[in-house]
């Protein structure tokens, strides 16, 4: 075929019309006008070495129409008027049938610009017609489906189907917006032809006279990797013709089922790890789901790592809520098949649970009261604990719909059972959750529903209820206990930095014994644990403890009786008072005296009650008040009593 034939073929180059027009009106061999400094030769053609030729600028002729979303561009035969042949049904030969079909089919390889609804209006509805009458063909007649029409039928769709889809920004890596997803999505504007051949290549799949042997000649890996390749695109009406497609070749080509699995895999792979984003990954799930039913136990390594490494990351991903239903349905299906993958696949689930998106959290939520669901009891003690830990987290979630969700898991019959098998181990982890929930959240519905966890957990086992809530109040005492603690520790070191400022300090220091305060010394001697997970009270620390208390507590009724009958009857102070002087007389020294008290370590009341009493003394003996200095030290509390003598005379010391 010479050039010019060959130009005379493509009549339009599918762009716009006049652009067609403009190459029509001029003759393949016509010269090319010159600027009119440009040299020519003797026939019309521009000289080697001559002043470059000056040619129209189209672009400035004609105006450029606007960008059109359609991934379909115009190629082909375009243009070429379809061949005028006869119906397939219209002849009782069989050859003659065949040779129809495989007409029809060439024919239908004419790609036209569906984008501009006023070029080739006949043609396009010729195409239609046609192809429409291929699928009926297929679908309704028998023995018409031969070797020959097997590769016309993948020309077919090779030359109509198979292009470059709009690229992904890696860059980018988009969230989900809600007014986004409202929106329709964009749509093929070559669908009415692009639809048919699908079903053509459908209806061949699902042909009674399909042999996979002559077709697999033909569908290679290429054309199943292109064919992949356009479950990116954004029609979902195209998308679940694919599935439907890829579905039937997987149950069809035997051969084919390794490569489309691992075509499979890279496309996770590279949202996953590059992209974020793909438009077919609900139809592909789906796909694998009927997929993950059909595996035989026990599971091959290969399957083990595709849950592993591609489902179980594909929760991370910003696009979960296009696909999460299917993603779910995928790892339920596993869990289905070898029930041992319960501990594994829980504990993986957990490590990517979400903090910060609440709409996420609510999935997560969703999918794991599934996987319990179809948990054999006896691989529930592997995962109770953090999975109710993280179910405690949730309900306690300011977020409603979250703790919502997480106390909607107590309405469950099976979690129920599961929960009265392990309550002794469950309740202390739901309990002080629940309780705080109950009386502090802000929602009254949650209010509600944290009752009603309470009662079915305390109508369950009211024994280990019970001993959650003597649990629980203890543990709030001791918190308290230790806050008060602290906030004195804090007190004192302010206290302390205030008196280091004070130039009197170096030299006052060392003779009281004043040193930096220990937070030890605020604490019991026990060791207790700050965070209060493992701590528990036994009986023999409280007797303990409420024996050193009494040790230390003053005698209250005893010094009330005391001071009733000192000030109602003054011969009863007479009379005890010579005892008491002959006892200050023995142990009065020659101004002052110094008496340690033991047992009174860090404690404040011991020393007023020894100021009390001594001014009691003093004012009993005519003596003057005396002055009480306490000076904390670890052992003991050292009061400093100076007394001065009433009577004058030599001063007398006795130990």
């Not at 699995?261 to 609900?282: P, S, T």
């Not at 543990?475 to 804090?490: D, I, N, S, V, Y």
């Not at 206290?495 to 060392?510: C, D, T």
Request: aromatic content about 8%; proline content about 7%; glycine content about 4%.
């Amino acid at each position: 075929m010479s050039e010019g034939s060959k130009k005379t073929n493509r009549k339009d180059s599918g762009i716009t019309p006049a652009i067609d027009n403009i190459r029509a009106s001029a003759s393949p061999l016509a010269p090319i006008p010159l600027s009119p400094s440009a040299s020519t030769s003797s026939q019309g053609f521009v000289n080697a070495g001559s002043v470059r030729a000056t040619l129209p600028n189209i672009d400035a002729i004609v105006e450029q129409p606007p960008r059109r979303r359609s991934s379909i561009l115009a190629s082909g035969t375009a243009g070429n008027d379809m061949p005028r042949i006869g119906k397939v049904l219209d002849t009782k030969d069989p050859h003659e049938r065949e040779n129809r079909f495989i007409a029809k089919c060439r024919g239908c390889c004419a790609v036209y610009d569906m984008g501009d609804p006023t070029r080739d209006i006949a043609q396009k509805e010729t195409k239609r017609i046609t192809l429409q009458e291929l699928c009926d063909v297929l679908r309704s007649v028998r023995g018409i489906l031969t070797e020959p029409i097997y590769p016309e039928v993948i020309n077919l769709v090779a030359v109509n189907a198979f292009r470059a889809l709009p690229p992904i920004n890696p860059n980018i890596i988009p969230e989900f917006d809600p007014v986004a997803e409202a929106e329709e999505p964009t749509m093929e504007v070559a669908w009415p032809h692009l639809q048919l051949v699908y079903n053509v290549f459908l209806g061949m799949l699902e042909s009674p006279d399909f042999n996979a042997q002559l077709a697999v000649k033909f569908i290679d890996h290429t054309f199943v990797l292109q064919l992949l390749q356009l479950f990116d695109s954004e029609d979902p009406r195209e998308r679940d013709l694919l599935k439907a497609i890829v579905h039937r070749m997987y149950g069809k080509f035997l051969m084919l089922r390794t490569y489309i699995r691992k075509q499979f895999n890279n496309i996770f792979y590279r949202v996953i790890y590059e992209v974020g984003r793909h438009h077919g990954l609900a139809e592909i799930l789906e796909i694998l789901g009927s997929i993950i039913n059909g595996f035989a136990v026990p599971l091959r390594e290969e399957h083990r790592l595709f849950l592993f490494k591609i489902l179980i990351p594909l929760h991370k991903v910003a696009g979960l809520v296009q696909f999460h239903p299917q993603l779910a349905y995928c790892t339920v299906q596993y869990l289905e098949k070898d029930p041992s993958l319960s501990a594994d696949l829980i504990t993986h689930f957990l490590r990517l649970w979400p903090k910060t998106d609440g709409a996420k959290e609510v999935m997560f939520l969703n999918e794991l009261e599934e996987l319990l669901d179809v948990m054999e009891p006896e691989q529930f003690p592997k995962i109770m604990v953090p999975v109710f830990k993280q179910l405690a987290l949730s309900a306690a979630s300011p977020h409603f719909q979250i703790a919502e969700r997480s106390l909607f898991f107590f309405g469950n019959d099976y979690i129920l059972g599961l929960l009265r098998n392990h309550s002794a181990v469950l309740f202390p982890i739901l309990y002080p959750t629940l309780y705080k929930i109950s009386t502090g959240h802000w929602n009254k519905s949650i209010h509600s529903l944290a009752y009603y966890t309470l009662k079915v957990m305390m109508d369950m086992d009211q024994r280990s209820f019970d001993l959650c809530i003597v649990n629980h109040s203890a543990k709030l005492t001791e918190e308290k206990e230790m806050a008060e603690r602290r906030r004195h520790f804090e007190l004192m070191q302010k206290i302390h930095k205030a008196a280091q400022r004070s130039p009197l300090y170096k030299q006052i220091a060392p003779n009281l014994q004043i040193r930096q305060p220990d937070f030890d010394d605020y604490t019991d001697r026990r060791s207790v644990s700050m965070k209060y997970e493992n701590w528990r009270v036994t009986t023999d620390e409280l007797r303990t403890r409420e024996s050193q208390t009494a040790t230390l507590r003053p005698n209250s009724d005893r010094n009330d009786v005391r001071k009733r009958s000192l000030s109602t009857h003054p011969s009863s102070v007479q009379q005890e008072n010579p005892t008491q002087a002959d006892g200050a007389n023995q142990k009065s020294l020659t101004g002052s005296k110094s008496i340690n008290v033991p047992g009174a370590s860090s404690r404040n009341n011991t020393t007023s009650l020894v100021q009390q009493a001594l001014q009691h003394a003093a004012q009993n003996k005519g003596l003057l008040t005396p002055a009480v200095s306490a000076i904390p030290s670890q052992g003991s509390v050292k009061t400093t009593i100076s007394v001065p003598r009433k009577n004058s005379g030599p001063e007398k010391s006795k130990k």
